[in-house]
Nanobody, 122 residues
């Protein structure tokens, strides 16, 4: 089985920073992309940032220049560095391993973490 675990959320004042971590583990052969989403209360889940297997980065317009997605030294880990946080960034942040090929399988599927709460106070 494949597991995705996020960590690093918390409470921070507006203008502050947080770094979220995400690790995918299990019998993984390849992951096409690692993606951060977020969901605020009463709102739909939205894409925040993505990092492809060939290191292409993509960001939602509302985080460009403030958030950075990067790959960790450990295999299948990514970070989301969040700077200049705003109250509207308050949400549960989810990490997803998209397009995962497990070892010995030609099938692919997506795996999601449980989410980590980020709260930005004004």
């Amino acid at each position: 089985q494949v597991q995705v675990v996020e960590s690093g959320g918390g409470l921070v004042q507006a203008g502050g920073s947080l770094r979220l971590s995400c690790a995918a583990s299990g019998s993984i052969f390849r992951i096409n992309s690692m993606v951060w989403y977020r969901q605020a209360p009463g709102k739909q889940r939205e894409l925040v940032a993505a990092l492809t297997n060939d290191d292409n980065e993509n960001y939602a317009d509302f985080v460009k220049g403030r958030f950075t997605i990067s790959r960790g030294n450990a295999k299948n880990t990514v970070f989301l560095q969040m700077n200049s946080l705003k109250p509207e960034d308050t949400a549960v942040y989810y990490c997803a391993a998209m397009g995962v090929y497990r070892s010995g399988s030609v099938l692919r599927r997506d795996y999601w973490g449980q989410g980590t709460q980020v709260t930005v106070s004004s």
